[in-house]
Structure formats: C-alpha cells, structure tokens
C-alpha cells in the first residue's frame, strides 16, 4: 500500500511583532535593569512567564535551547509564542534562541522568526569541544552579518561555562578573559556578550553558597569597565532556593544539596552591565515541586490539568519574584517597539553600535 502523502505546511511568519532583543537591552541599560531570560519547552511555561510579565508590567525574553525546538517540532513553538504576543500585546516580548551550536542553527532560527540568537561559538558544533578564539570570532561574525542585515540581535560567548548536566557544556570552565573580551566585541559586532565567571547550568553549580573565590563578580565589573557600552549576558543565574530543593525532596525527589547564584550577585551584576540573566533550571524546580506534590498529596488524580495548573502557577510566582528582583517590573510601557526593519536600518546606518 502507499503511505499516504504528507504535505509540508510552510511555517508563516507572525502577524504580530515580536521585539527586537537589542532594543530590549539597550532600553534595560537606559533604565539600569536587567531583564530575564526564561528557558520555555511547552505551553504552559509560556503562559507562566506571559502572566508574570502582565502582572509586573515588564518586558521579556523567551528563549527556546535546540532541545526546547526539537521537543516542539519549532512550529508549535512559534505557533505559541505568536498566541503569546496576540494575547499579550502590551508586553514587549524578545523571542531568543539560547545556544545556538553553529551558524546553521541560528539561520534556521531566525528564518522561522526568532528576533535574537545565541551564536555559541566559545564551543564547536558539537556543543562539547572548547573551540579556539579565531574560531569563535569566525562563526560569530557570519552569524552577526546574517542577523543584522535582517535586524536580529546577536549574543556572543567568550569563555566557556562549568558543568554538563544538561549535556551542553565542556565540562571545563575557562573564565573569559577581559582583554580578549574587547578584541572579540570589536572583532565579531555582537549586540551582547555572554561571559563566564564560575556559574554553571543545572542546580549543581556551587558545593556550598558561592563567595569570591568560585562566583567572579569582580570579573564582571573589570570586563564592564572596559566594555561599558557592551551588554553582558549572565548564564547559569538560577539561584536554586533552597526551599524548592527542598519541596521537590519532601515529595519524593532526590536532589542532593545545591546551591545556585543569590540574588544580591545578580543585582550587583546588573549595577555593572549585565542586562540579560538566563534562569532555567528554577522554572523546573518550581514546575517539579509543585507536580510531586500534587502526586503525593493526592494520588487519585489523573487529569493533567490537577498537575499542570500548580506547576504553571508555581512558575508564574517564581517568574514575577525575578522579574523584580531584576528590575525590569514596571518598564513594559516605557517604549514604541521597533519593527525588525527598523532595526535593520539602525544596523545599517550604524545608529546602533556593531
Ligand atoms: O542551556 C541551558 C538551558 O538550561 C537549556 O537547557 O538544552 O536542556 O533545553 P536544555
Ligand atoms: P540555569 O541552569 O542556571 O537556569 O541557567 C540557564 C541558562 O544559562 C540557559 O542558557
Ligand atoms: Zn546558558
């Protein structure tokens, strides 16, 4: 028998502006706040971060991982995240992909419509290999020609990250170096610059609560002090409450002890440059507490809908709480969103720095 023939549906662009992420940042530095960038794989966590930044009145960037677009076949996830910007329309939402492995990837992303990506070149393609300097200026920059000349922001990564418990990552961490931060930002253009000063990705980032020695906040302000028109972009920032570690085990999980970024680091971070702070691992923390204890309080239920609702909501409070403590809470009115034409302009005439 044939199979039967399956037609591919070409995915349409949104009707609906999402924002560019750079105009997002250079608002946030204006305002001397930082903005969250929340990691989303599925509808309900993009509702939890929609509602927090309605009752916060804040602007947002929603990132999505290759995994996060491999989990939601990319079209659902655009197809949400155009219900977001239609439902929401006085949000001023970024849509970013969050590690991009190679300039491939970020080209597929921005052809679906995502208005920023993440050209991760600190690492090869394989997401594992620490990559060499000219390698990492090389793909960045052909990353940062495609994007601007469509107005899409580019964040570069200089220095590599501790950890591999999500499967990214060396393993190694190499703190970025703050001179050959200025010769990378002049070299590749970027919008904004990851750095890395000791964080990991996961929970498991500190063996205890992180002084000096492990989280290098002072690596931050020299890297600021000679880049001070550059955004930075802080990875690995989940803070890790304890009494979420601590819900999730009551529950039935095992979690070993973990302890992540305090907020008063973040902050300090962001009173010297820092504009963008990736969290995601508190999303699941939240998410996974509030499921297990749906399931241990109330072992009859079976309608997704008896998990899902807390887990969205236990999201959403954790979302607003950083949302303020970021600053970016109030400033979602502040400015006209600029279309991605605009901003290709602004490249293009070097109204904005590249
Ligand atoms: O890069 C780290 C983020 O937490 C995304 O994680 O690759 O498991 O989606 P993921
Ligand atoms: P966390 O694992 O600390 O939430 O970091 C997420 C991140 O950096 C995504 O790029
Ligand atoms: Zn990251």
Excluded at 121 to 138: I, M, Q, R
């Amino acid at each position: 028998m044939l199979a039967p023939r399956v037609r591919a549906v070409p995915i349409t662009l949104c009707s609906v502006p999402l924002v560019s992420m750079r105009q997002l940042l250079d608002e946030a530095a204006s305002g001397g706040y930082g903005v969250g960038a929340f990691n989303v794989n599925n509808m309900e966590q993009i509702q939890a971060i929609m509602e927090a930044a309605r009752d916060t009145r804040s602007p947002v960037i929603v990132q999505a991982s290759r995994g996060a677009r491999a989990y939601t076949n990319d079209r659902f996830l655009w197809h949400l995240m155009q219900a977001a910007v239609e439902l929401y329309p006085e949000i001023p939402v970024a849509l970013h992909l969050d590690h991009g492995n190679d300039p491939a990837t970020c080209i597929s992303a921005i052809e679906l419509g995502f208005t920023s990506v993440m050209m991760d070149g600190s690492l090869e393609a394989d997401g594992k290999t620490p990559a060499s300097f000219e390698y990492n200026v090389a793909v960045t920059k052909e990353v940062v020609a495609y994007a601007h000349a469509r107005g899409v922001t580019v964040e570069g990564e200089l220095g590599t990250l501790g950890g591999i418990e999500d499967g990214h990552g060396s393993g190694e961490v190499h703190l970025t170096d703050p001179e050959q931060a200025v010769e990378f930002v002049e070299e590749t253009g970027i919008d904004a610059l990851a750095v890395a000063i000791g964080t990991s990705h996961g929970a498991y980032k500190f063996a205890q609560a992180p002084d000096g020695e492990v989280l290098k906040m002072d690596l931050i302000q020299e890297i600021h002090r000679r880049l001070p028109d550059t955004h930075l972009v802080m990875h690995g920032s989940s803070s890790v409450p304890q009494e979420l570690v601590a819900k999730v085990n009551q529950y039935g999980g095992a979690l070993k002890p973990a302890w992540g970024v305090p907020r008063e680091e973040i902050q300090l971070g962001i009173r010297h440059g820092v504009r963008k702070i990736n969290v995601d691992t508190d999303s699941r923390l939240a998410i996974t507490g509030a499921i297990r204890q749906v399931f241990v309080e109330t072992p009859e239920a079976f309608d997704p809908r008896d998990y899902l609702k807390p887990a969205r909501a236990a999201m959403q409070a954790l979302i607003a709480e950083r949302m303020g403590d970021f600053g970016q809470a109030g400033h979602a009115g502040d400015y006209e969103p600029l279309s991605l034409e605009e901003m290709r302009e602004r490249y293009a005439t070097a109204a904005v720095r590249t």
